[in-house]
């Protein structure tokens, strides 16, 4: 038998192994998933605290009729969402701290923060 060969299946069926163990890399670790809506152009909530240290999954659900587009230059992040559709910004992992956003469309209402803990 090829030496190789020999130790490539060793080596899938300990990967194996160790997912039936519920044993999994960092690669394939779930990403902690936050809701922000969006309604009557403000955020909900307005304050979302999340853990420091991680990367998230910000699901962006516009329930109003109209375009908002999410900014933050704390984050780094902009994205428009289109009015009545919903989608994922991911963000992170954040430093401990405070990290605002807001609506692009609608500044004076749509706005909000991010604390990470």
């Given at each position: 038998?090829?030496?190789?060969?020999?130790?490539?299946?060793?080596?899938?069926c300990?990967?194996?192994?160790?997912l039936?163990?519920?044993?999994?890399?960092?690669l394939l670790?779930?990403?902690p998933?936050?809701?922000l809506?969006?309604?009557?152009?403000?955020?909900?909530?307005?304050?979302?605290?999340?853990?420091?240290g991680?990367?998230?999954?910000?699901?962006?659900?516009?329930?109003?009729?109209?375009?908002?587009?999410?900014?933050?230059?704390?984050?780094?992040?902009?994205?428009?969402?289109?009015?009545?559709?919903?989608?994922?910004?991911?963000?992170?992992?954040?430093?401990?701290?405070?990290?605002?956003?807001?609506?692009?469309?609608?500044?004076?209402?749509?706005?909000?923060?991010?604390?990470?803990?």
């Amino acid at each position: 038998m090829n030496v190789k060969r020999s130790n490539a299946r060793r080596l899938a069926c300990l990967y194996g192994g160790l997912l039936c163990l519920g044993l999994s890399t960092p690669l394939l670790a779930e990403v902690p998933e936050f809701e922000l809506v969006i309604r009557d152009h403000l955020f909900f909530p307005s304050l979302l605290e999340v853990p420091a240290g991680t990367k998230l999954r910000l699901m962006v659900d516009n329930q109003d009729e109209t375009p908002e587009e999410f900014e933050s230059y704390a984050l780094n992040r902009e994205k428009v969402i289109p009015g009545h559709s919903r989608t994922v910004i991911f963000i992170g992992p954040l430093k401990p701290g405070e990290y605002v956003f807001f609506g692009e469309f609608y500044p004076n209402t749509a706005q909000g923060k991010i604390v990470a803990k």
